[in-house]
């Protein structure tokens, strides 16, 4: 399994968090697997065989083969049908809400064709391009290109929208939003409007995915010993709110989490990030 990250150019760092490959051999075991959210929105290429994403148990639809996923709020599981290369943009939370007219809540917990946000002829084009490209660095610029021409000519992201979520990050997502506010309700609901609109999902939502990631990335680097000290450098109230929280994104405890073999790519994903 070989799963690479690459930093974009300057002018799009601000908006793109990185591009990653992932390559997985055919004879690889392919068992389903555990996506759990990040607070990010990804625009994906499958240049290898189908994917497939279980809407229940047992039945499932293939993931398109260029594709945006937006923005989630509970695990889902994925399979492999075979060799698995994947070329993939990982946007900030309020980075892909600059490339299109799309209400960015339209896009959340699924799958759009890339089709449908940019039109046929244009998706086209771009997935043909990405496919015929040698290597990795040609396929971030034949992007990078793509991006940079169907970038807004005024900006979308509301200033309120922006430092809300920068509050986050820069606090791992504790601090209350009532907080970064000022205790202003009326610019709550405006956020809460705008965050729908451009984000896809609720700050207090986005502030939980981005405090869980946090503890994951401890809980994986295994540099915390215990669940207590985890909860508590996480800035939850407890070990059991740390747990409840867990449980509604990874949909499991966090010790199952470290035995659980269909966590293996979002481990792999949370740990290197």
Not at 132 to 157: D, P, S, V, W, Y
Not at 226 to 244: G, M, V
Request: charged content about 25%.
């Amino acid at each position: 399994m070989n799963y690479q990250t690459f930093q974009p150019n300057n002018d799009l760092n601000s908006l793109i968090k990185c591009y990653w490959t992932l390559e997985v051999a055919a004879e690889y075991n392919s068992e389903k697997q555990r996506i759990v959210p990040d607070g990010c929105i990804e625009m994906a290429f499958i240049l290898g065989d189908d994917i497939k994403r279980f809407t229940s148990e047992t039945d499932f639809i293939l993931q398109p083969r260029a594709m945006v996923l937006g923005q989630t709020i509970e695990p889902f599981y994925i399979q492999p049908a075979g060799y698995v290369n994947t070329f993939a943009i990982r946007f900030y939370p309020y980075g892909f809400a600059n490339f299109v007219t799309t209400p960015i809540k339209n896009l959340a917990n699924k799958e759009t064709p890339v089709a449908e946000l940019f039109g046929q002829s244009t998706a086209d084009e771009l997935e043909q391009k990405i496919i015929h490209a040698t290597e990795t660095q040609e396929r971030i610029r034949i992007i990078e290109n793509f991006l940079q021409n169907k970038l807004n000519e005024k900006t979308t992201i509301d200033n309120i929208v922006k430092s809300t979520i920068d509050a986050l990050v820069a606090t791992s997502g504790s601090s209350p939003i009532n907080t970064i506010l000022k205790e202003d309700l009326s610019k709550r609901r405006q956020l809460e409007r705008k965050f729908l609109k451009q984000i896809g999902i609720s700050p207090k939502q986005l502030g939980k995915v981005i405090r869980l990631q946090t503890a994951l990335k401890m809980l994986l680097s295994q540099k915390t010993g215990t669940l207590t000290q985890i909860a508590y450098e996480s800035e939850y109230y407890d070990q059991n709110h740390f747990i409840k929280d867990f449980k509604e994104f990874t949909g499991t405890t966090p010790k199952e989490f470290l035995a659980d073999g269909t966590l293996e790519l979002s481990s792999l994903f949370y740990a290197e990030d």
